[in-house]
C-alpha cells in the first residue's frame, strides 16, 4: 500500500493540475479544497520541490506551482518521491538492497524471481500513467456515472 504522504501528494497535484489558469497556489487553498492537513500538506509540497515537481516563489502572488506539464509527470515519479523504489522484497531494491537472511541463492530464489515479476508489472502502470491520464481516467468516470439512466419506479 501507498502512503497517507503519496495519497495526499496525487490529490494536491491533481487540484493544481485541473486548474491550469492558476499561476500558483497557497498551501492554505489546497488544504482546504482537497481536506488535507495544512502542516502534513506543507511537508508533502516540500518534498515534492525538492524532486522537481513543484516550484515555488516566495512573496505577494507566490505559492506553489506545477514545475512540469501533468502530461509529463508519471505517478511513479510521485510515488516514488515519498516511498522510495517500489520493490515487493529488499533483495530487488536498488537503494536498500540487502539479502532475505532465509533465501541461500537470489539468482534461483522461487520468491524474488515471482516479486520481480510484480515489482515490474507495478512500475510498467506507474511510469506509464502520467497525472494527466489519472485526472482524465477520474473526468471519464464521473462522466460516465451521471449519463447512468436509473428506470427503478
Known sequence: MISMRSKYALKALGYMARNP??????????AQAEGI???????????????????????PGGGYAMAKAPATVTIGAIVRSFEG????????????????????????????????????????????????????????ERQKRQQVVDFAI
Open 21 to 30: 489558469e492558476k499561476e500558483s497556489f497557497l498551501i492554505a487553498e489546497i
Open 37 to 59: 492537513p495544512k502542516k502534513f500538506l506543507e511537508a508533502i509540497l516540500l518534498t515534492l520541490k525538492n524532486n522537481g515537481i513543484l516550484s515555488s516563489r516566495k512573496g
Open 85 to 140: 523504489d517500489l520493490a515487493p522484497v529488499q533483495c530487488l531494491s536498488e537503494t536498500a538492497h540487502a539479502s532475505c537472511p532465509e533465501c541461500g541463492d537470489e539468482d534461483t530464489c522461487g520468491i524474488r524471481l515471482v516479486m520481480a515479476d510484480v515489482s515490474q508489472a507495478v512500475s510498467s502502470v506507474l511510469d506509464t500513467v502520467t497525472l494527466a491520464d489519472m485526472l482524465q481516467r477520474s473526468e471519464f
